[in-house]
């Protein structure tokens, strides 16, 4: 194809081919030229090219970790978040095995959650965690199966992203509750919890030794109810 400028100074692209005319022995006595505009059709194609470009520089760009990977868990694509995370190159992990950056104790149940994922129900999210350059964290990944056009499943696609300071904090809190329950449960003295009308939701042993109530007895009752009325 060759381009040329036409009379009102546009480009145009011509796809020139050369026609062969013979005579009756079969000698090639005329070459006709022969050409059509394809300009359309290249600006469609450089507009797509442009298009994907765009697109591939925005997956590159996102802070959330991607990756897909086929159904025998090898790698088709990273982004350069998923690899500055892991501490990766992707040419190390690209048609590689995608399990090795999830912790091994959680890989059966990354798996099985996997397996979980059908046409009808294509998505999945799991929390797990990963060995990101050589410490543990906790990720979230939101997991989607890929199709063709005739609906084919292609591969899985995971977007994840790091929830480690998330973790942390319910770890604390549970252990803080923890504490708070030990130190109910075991006081010395009689202790509950009561709702603003001073219904009972929670009494420790002591409280129910004092007044000669069973637990479950004393739940759901008012402080007045067991009051004497004198």
């Known amino acids: 194809s060759v381009k040329v400028q036409g009379s009102d100074d546009r480009v145009i692209t011509i796809d020139f081919s050369l026609r062969p005319v013979k005579d009756e ?7 006709i030229p022969e050409g059509r505009d394809i300009s359309e059709q290249i600006e469609a194609e450089q507009a797509l090219e442009e298009s994907k470009a765009k697109y591939q520089a925005i997956i590159e760009e996102q802070a959330e ?6 159904q025998d868990a090898t790698v088709s ?16 992990i690209i048609d590689g095995e995608y399990t090795p950056v999830v912790y091994e104790a959680d890989r059966v149940k990354v798996t099985r959650l996997i397996g979980t994922m059908t046409q009808e ?27 063709d056009e005739a609906g084919n499943f292609v591969e899985y696609q995971s977007v994840g992203r790091d929830i480690t300071p998330l973790k942390e904090i319910e770890l604390k809190l549970r252990e803080s509750e923890e504490k708070f329950r030990r130190a109910f449960e075991d006081a010395a003295t009689g202790e509950a919890l009561v709702t603003p009308d001073g219904t009972f939701i929670q009494v420790n042993r002591s409280l129910c030794e004092i007044v000669g109530y069973e637990e479950a007895e004393l739940v759901g009752k008012t402080f007045q109810e067991i009051t004497h009325p004198e």
């Open 121 to 147: 129900n294509p998505t999945v999210t799991i929390e797990n965690r990963v060995v990101a350059k050589g410490t543990i964290r906790w990720t979230q990944w939101n997991n989607r199966m890929i199709f």
């Open 77 to 92: 694509y990273v982004n350069d978040a998923f690899c500055s995370y892991f501490g990766i190159e992707k040419a190390d």
């Open 65 to 70: 970790l991607i990756c897909r990977h086929r």
């Open 25 to 31: 022995t079969g000698e090639v006595v005329l070459l």
